[in-house]
């Protein structure tokens, strides 16, 4: 007796509450499990980073444990040298302190005065309101140091996280490479190297890409900083340039700081304006032509796709979600364009065509028709 196997086809909204259902037991997933795969995501995108360093060192005959090594003490000797290279820009604002101090005590009691004045708000109710406030601040003194503490303690953490995974991953490729053949058999090999390609390219364009973003940026604020006369303008430049990690709105949210710097030191509140000024027309320049033309060529996300992501990695993970969520939104999109059945959910993600120009005549018609005949044969042959 044979009895042939049938798929089950179900109705349309069940599939809808079989997919909702799934992103709802994902997304729970993600956030439950953000401790240890925030840790593994990072790892993965430094692994790429290091490879072709290792590669390079494995080509010229260096064991791979000791090419992986030797890569990833010169990254952690290179972060190491920036973190110290910051701490001695942020140690040096000692010697202003005391002037920064007393140009704060100023502005306050010039609002004081004004809420005394304009807004009949007496001193005594003031001072009163500032001292609630304060042993409000104070009262939660040890739950603030409780949570820096151990922020900082999860820093570390997850620092040697990401470079124990890192060495694994570095040092295990191939044999990931042949778990995905295993798990995936019934997919042709080379389809599964070109998916891996694919993944590895756009993580490497897209880090490549964002160093030279922060670069640009940087020097940019820098320029505009130093033409304002700001101090530390190169260290408050590139300080803002690191914070285009969180997408849209991080350059802006690095004005802040040396806008009120100056403020507080020069008492020149034009000054501190142009700051703000010098920070928002070079994010201007960041969003419409720098990244777009440097990165996002290579991630190729619809700006609606973008925005949409955003949010919901910075729901889940937090701050290390806003940085994550452009790159891994590009690794997913290679992924549903490899498959045949999450193609649309790729397209949608991905950039949208721009409308053919209309055409004017015969003569552009009898030009453009071989062009497109050769396209149409191009997508029935990889059908």
Same mark, same amino acid.
């Given at each position: 007796?044979?009895?042939?196997?049938?798929?089950?086809?179900?109705?349309?909204?069940?599939?809808?509450?079989?997919?909702?259902?799934?992103?709802?037991?994902?997304?729970?997933?993600?956030?439950?499990?953000?401790?240890?795969?925030?840790?593994?995501?990072?790892?993965?995108?430094?692994?790429?980073?290091?490879?072709?360093?290792?590669?390079?060192?494995?080509?010229?005959?260096?064991? *791979?444990?000791?090419?992986?090594?030797?890569?990833?003490?010169?990254?952690?000797?290179?972060?190491?040298?920036?973190?110290?290279?910051?701490?001695?820009?942020?140690?040096?604002?000692?010697?202003?302190?005391?002037?920064?101090?007393?140009?704060?005590?100023?502005?306050?009691?010039?609002?004081?005065?004004?809420?005394?004045?304009?807004?009949?708000?007496?001193?005594?109710?003031?001072?009163?309101?500032?001292?609630?406030?304060?042993?409000?601040?104070?009262?939660?003194?040890?739950?603030?140091?409780?949570?820096?503490?151990?922020?900082?303690?999860?820093?570390?953490?997850?620092?040697?996280?990401?470079?124990?995974?890192?060495?694994?991953?570095?040092?295990?490729? +191939?044999?990931? *490479?042949?778990?995905?053949?295993?798990?995936?058999? +019934?997919?042709?090999?080379?389809?599964?190297? +070109?998916?891996?390609?694919?993944?590895?390219?756009?993580?490497?364009?897209?880090?490549?890409?964002?160093?030279?973003?922060?670069?640009?940026?940087?020097?940019?604020?820098?320029?505009?900083?130093?033409?304002?006369?700001?101090?530390?303008?190169?260290?408050?430049?590139?300080?803002?340039?690191?914070?285009?990690?969180?997408?849209?709105?991080?350059?802006?949210?690095?004005?802040?700081?040396?806008?009120?710097?100056?403020?507080?030191?020069? +008492?020149?509140?034009?000054?501190?304006?142009?700051?703000?000024?010098?920070?928002?027309?070079?994010?201007?320049?960041?969003?419409?032509?720098?990244?777009?033309?440097?990165?996002?060529?290579?991630?190729?996300?619809?700006?609606?796709?973008?925005?949409?992501?955003?949010?919901?990695?910075?729901?889940?993970?937090?701050?290390?979600?806003?940085?994550?969520?452009?790159?891994?939104?590009?690794?997913?999109?290679?992924?549903?364009?490899?498959?045949?059945?999450?193609?649309?959910?790729?397209?949608?993600?991905?950039?949208?065509?721009?409308? *053919?120009?209309?055409?004017?005549?015969?003569?552009?018609?009898?030009?453009?028709?071989?062009? *497109?005949?050769?396209?149409?044969?191009?997508?029935?042959?990889?059908?």
């Amino acid at each position: 007796m044979n009895i042939r196997s049938r798929e089950i086809e179900l109705p349309s909204y069940a599939k809808l509450v079989c997919v909702l259902l799934s992103l709802v037991i994902i997304v729970y997933g993600l956030h439950e499990l953000q401790g240890l795969l925030i840790p593994l995501v990072f790892a993965i995108l430094f692994s790429v980073l290091l490879f072709p360093l290792v590669q390079r060192l494995e080509n010229w005959g260096v064991p *791979r444990i000791l090419a992986i090594i030797l890569c990833l003490v010169l990254a952690l000797g290179a972060l190491t040298a920036l973190f110290w290279g910051v701490s001695v820009q942020i140690s040096s604002f000692s010697e202003v302190i005391p002037q920064f101090v007393k140009r704060g005590s100023e502005y306050i009691d010039s609002i004081q005065t004004f809420a005394d004045e304009q807004l009949n708000i007496d001193r005594k109710r003031q001072v009163s309101e500032i001292k609630k406030y304060l042993n409000q601040a104070l009262a939660e003194g040890g739950t603030i140091l409780t949570t820096t503490l151990l922020a900082t303690t999860s820093i570390v953490t997850n620092l040697f996280l990401v470079l124990l995974f890192a060495f694994f991953f570095l040092l295990y490729r +191939d044999f990931f *490479r042949s778990f995905f053949y295993k798990a995936f058999d +019934d997919t042709r090999r080379s389809k599964i190297d +070109d998916v891996m390609s694919g993944i590895y390219e756009v993580v490497k364009d897209y880090l490549a890409g964002l160093v030279l973003v922060i670069l640009i940026i940087g020097t940019l604020m820098t320029v505009g900083l130093l033409i304002l006369g700001v101090d530390y303008a190169v260290f408050f430049g590139f300080f803002g340039a690191c914070l285009v990690l969180i997408p849209y709105f991080g350059i802006s949210m690095g004005s802040l700081l040396p806008a009120a710097y100056t403020l507080v030191t020069q +008492d020149n509140p034009l000054k501190a304006l142009g700051v703000i000024g010098v920070f928002l027309f070079v994010q201007t320049l960041e969003g419409n032509f720098i990244t777009p033309y440097i990165v996002g060529s290579k991630v190729s996300i619809n700006p609606l796709a973008a925005i949409v992501v955003l949010i919901l990695w910075e729901n889940i993970w937090g701050l290390p979600g806003l940085i994550l969520a452009l790159p891994m939104t590009a690794i997913i999109k290679v992924i549903f364009d490899s498959v045949d059945a999450l193609k649309p959910y790729g397209f949608v993600i991905g950039e949208a065509e721009k409308p *053919r120009p209309p055409i004017k005549n015969l003569q552009e018609l009898a030009d453009q028709l071989p062009k *497109r005949a050769m396209k149409v044969g191009k997508v029935e042959e990889k059908n």
